[in-house]
Every structure is written in structure tokens, then in C-alpha cells.
């Protein structure tokens, strides 16, 4: 099935930098939603954006619905420890059941 | 806050054996869905629930087969194991057009 394009794949950063990242279809989609994954352990939802170019905050995350509704990005300032691990977009539209994915940033904090 | 159980997190069954997965959710919500999670392959949907009683099949549903009698409660059955079913199972809920939630996830694996 389609997936979303999501960039960068890795991440290498050290502790208290800020994070950027994005997510781009060739569709449009009225809903966009982040997750974070640790190892072994399901998604955990962050942040759900429902209007093209909302701005939306959750602590040091913000994420933003692209105003074409074809993208969105996440960003985490001052990183910490805790901020390892691997975050999906994800987005669908009203009446369409399934959730299309993005293929994941994997977040690693340099000691 | 939205809880979604799994019913283990760890599993091995051995090749042929019928394999059930059991999925919890307490916010009345009317959709479930299953996933399972491989490496480079991202998250691929097998069946998915809108109703008591109601099913759709997703992207991957050959070798499953699912459940739901109850609005709360959405089983996966794996009719005969087979190894190529190792893999991560996570079971998902939202409620209308709204927030998708993740389960635990069960961590299967077929000898």
C-alpha cells in the first residue's frame, strides 16, 4: 500500500540540540498524526493535527499540518535522552477507515 | 486517557498451532484494527472492525481471521501458525475521525 515519504531515515544528534522532521504525500490527506516508538513497545501518539496549517504544541514538540494538506513536520527542541527512538507520521481522510504511514525517523542522542 | 490491552506480550507457538490475540479497548470507540510491524516493511494492516460484528479485510489478510462480538473487545486468530507469521502485532482503536491509539503490541513467534 501507498506509504508517506519520510525524511531524514536517521538521526544522530547530541543531547540539547533541536530535531527537525517531515513528512510529504502526493495526496491530500485532512489528517495528520505523529507517533513516537520505543523498542518492543506500540506507537504512542504526540500530536494530531485537523487543519491545514494548524501549529500545534505538545511540550517541546511542535508539528505543523503543511498548508497544501500534502505535508506535515515535526520538531523537538532540546533534546534529551528520553527523546530516543522512532517516530511515524501517519495520515487519512474523513470516511476512510485506514491510516496511511510514514517510514520512520529513528532518533539516536550521542553521548 | 485511552487504555487499548493486549493480552501477552511475548508469545511462541509452534508451527500449525491456532493462535489467538485478544485486544481491550475502554473508550467505546467503534473502530479496532490489527497491524502487524516487520522490519522494513512498516506497518501493514490486516482486518479492521467498525462495529460489533463487522469486518473489513485490510492489505494482508490471507493466514487471519478476526473476531468481534463485543464493541470493546477485537481478537485476531492466526487459523494455523506459520513462520512467516513471526513478526509484532499491534492493535489499534479511534472513535470516529479522531486519534488512532496503539496497544502494547504482542511480540509473536512461530517455531
Known amino acids: 500500500g501507498q506509504q508517506l515519504n519520510q525524511s531524514p531515515q536517521s538521526m544522530f544528534i547530541q543531547e540539547g540540540e533541536d530535531v527537525s522532521m517531515n513528512c510529504t504525500s502526493s495526496?491530500?490527506?485532512?489528517?495528520w498524526l505523529w507517533y513516537k516508538q520505543d523498542p518492543g513497545e506500540g506507537p504512542v501518539l504526540l500530536i494530531a493535527?485537523?487543519?491545514?496549517?494548524e501549529l500545534t504544541s505538545n511540550g517541546r514538540l511542535t508539528a505543523q499540518f503543511g498548508i497544501t494538506r500534502k505535508d506535515s513536520f515535526l520538531n523537538i527542541s532540546a533534546s534529551i535522552p528520553s527523546d530516543v527512538g522512532i517516530y511515524f507520521c501517519a495520515a487519512y481522510n474523513f470516511g476512510n477507515e485506514k491510516l496511511t504511514f510514514g517510514t520512520g525517523t529513528r532518533l539516536t542522542i550521542i553521548p | 486517557d485511552v487504555k487499548v490491552t493486549q493480552s501477552s506480550r511475548y508469545l511462541v507457538k509452534r508451527t500449525g498451532e491456532k493462535v489467538f490475540l485478544e485486544c481491550v479497548q475502554d473508550m467505546d470507540h467503534e473502530n479496532m484494527f490489527w497491524y502487524r510491524q516487520d522490519p522494513g516493511l512498516g506497518l501493514r494492516l490486516i482486518y479492521f472492525s467498525y462495529d460489533v460484528k463487522m469486518k473489513e479485510k485490510g492489505d494482508i489478510p490471507e493466514g487471519y481471521s478476526v473476531s468481534r462480538e463485543k464493541k470493546e473487545r477485537f481478537s485476531l486468530i492466526l487459523e494455523s501458525a506459520s513462520t512467516n507469521q513471526t513478526s509484532m502485532y499491534l492493535c489499534a482503536t479511534r472513535q470516529g475521525a479522531y486519534e488512532q491509539y496503539f496497544g502494547p503490541g504482542t511480540r509473536l513467534t512461530v517455531t
Open positions: 495526496s491530500i490527506f485532512n489528517t
Open positions: 493535527l485537523y487543519k491545514a496549517g
